[in-house]
């Protein structure tokens, strides 16, 4: 079964917008982390927001939100204010096994594009 | 800001070719890691480290090898390249009791 469920169709959005990229997850843990990352066509991932499973906040970043549903099992995130830049793919990633033996599973990704 | 590097970005390659894409942070990073990546899609494990001389297998299997005699360095090797291994290639690094990882800007890789 998939860990990580990114199911979106290309997603489209006005500039200066806010947008809504959607992730669910499936773990047993109880301990987890779940992540973004952005990669624009140039290809590098960089890291957007970073929610802990024992948040009671959602993790905010700048224009960056996390909407962390704990009981439904959903992280999706927020853009606000959407910007040309922001044009790229859009991965979710999840944590499992605390420490020093953590490694990330990653969503098949969702493409968003800002139109002026 | 990540300070993770990675070369070449771009490589050409004959099929039967032996190389090495190189990845170097010097962040102190005792965590690093090596993806897979096709165009659109999503980032598959190969290869990881939780310190010099600690190499593992990762979730999507390889016929690459690795290596990790420096903590800063983590290259990744191909004995005999083939058409089959054109795919973009990633390395990251994270703290050891972090889960953030930082990502160098990939190797794209293609073998004719």
């Known amino acids: 079964a998939q860990k990580i469920t990114q199911t979106q169709p290309g997603m489209f959005v006005q500039e200066k917008e806010a947008v809504t990229l959607d992730c669910t997850y499936d773990?047993?843990?109880?301990?987890?982390?779940l992540f973004w990352y952005k990669q624009p066509s140039s290809g590098e991932m960089i890291f957007l927001i970073y929610?802990?499973?024992?948040?009671?906040q959602n993790a905010t970043e700048g224009r960056y939100s996390l909407n962390f549903q704990k009981a439904r099992k959903s992280a999706n995130l927020v853009i606000s204010a959407s910007q040309l830049g922001d044009s790229a793919m859009y991965f979710c990633a999840m944590r499992e096994d605390t420490g020093a033996n953590s490694k990330l599973t990653f969503g098949k990704g969702i493409t968003l594009s800002v139109r002026p | 800001e990540a300070d993770i590097y990675q070369t070449p970005r771009y490589l050409v390659i004959g099929t039967g070719k032996k190389i090495t894409l190189e990845c170097s942070q010097t962040?102190?990073?005792?965590?690093m890691y090596w993806y897979q990546q096709d165009p659109g899609m999503e980032l598959h494990l190969i290869h990881y480290s939780y310190g010099v001389n600690s190499t593992e297998k990762g979730d999507l299997s390889s016929e690459s090898t690795v290596s990790r005699i420096r903590t800063e360095h983590f290259p990744l090797t191909l004995e005999s390249a083939r058409p089959s291994h054109t795919s973009q290639y990633l390395c990251?690094?994270?703290?050891?009791?972090?889960?953030?990882?930082?990502f160098g800007p990939g190797t794209r890789l293609t073998v004719l």
């Open positions: 929610q802990g499973s024992y948040d009671e």
């Open positions: 990251a690094s994270s703290e050891l009791n972090t889960d953030t990882q930082y």
């Open positions: 962040m102190g990073h005792d965590k």
């Open positions: 773990t047993s843990d109880q301990s987890y982390g």
